[in-house]
Nanobody, 118 residues
Framework: QVLLVESGGGLVQAGGSLRLSCAAS????????MAWFRQAPGKQRELVAQ???????NYADSVKGRFSISRDNAKSTVYLQMNSLKPEDTAIYYC????????????WGQGTQVTVSS
């Protein structure tokens, strides 16, 4: 059983920063990709940032230059550093891991609320 546990969400004023963490518990033989998604009320879940096995990163246009994704493979942990936060960044943030092997299992965290006040 693999669980993803997120932390670091909260309430921050516009212009502030937060750092989200997501750690996997349980055994994952390999991780192909780690990512952060978010879902605002009344909107679809969207990809925020992704880092794949070779270190390549990908960001949503709305967060480029403000957010940074990083990982610690030894700890099976992914981070999202969020700077210059805006009210429109308010959402529930979910981490996502894609495992290796023939099945490529997909794991989701439970979500952590980020609220940016104006």
């Amino acid at each position: 059983q693999v669980l993803l546990v997120e932390s670091g969400g909260g309430l921050v004023q516009a212009g502030g920063s937060l750092r989200l963490s997501c750690a996997a518990s349980g055994s994952i033989s390999s991780i192909l990709a780690m990512a952060w998604f978010r879902q605002a009320p009344g909107k679809q879940r969207e990809l925020v940032a992704q880092i794949i096995i070779n270190g390549f990163t990908n960001y949503a246009d709305s967060v480029k230059g403000r957010f940074s994704i990083s990982r610690d493979n030894a700890k099976s942990t992914v981070y999202l550093q969020m700077n210059s936060l805006k009210p429109e960044d308010t959402a529930i943030y979910y981490c996502n891991f894609v495992g290796g092997g023939t099945l490529n299992p997909v794991y989701w965290g439970q979500g952590t609320q980020v609220t940016v006040s104006s």
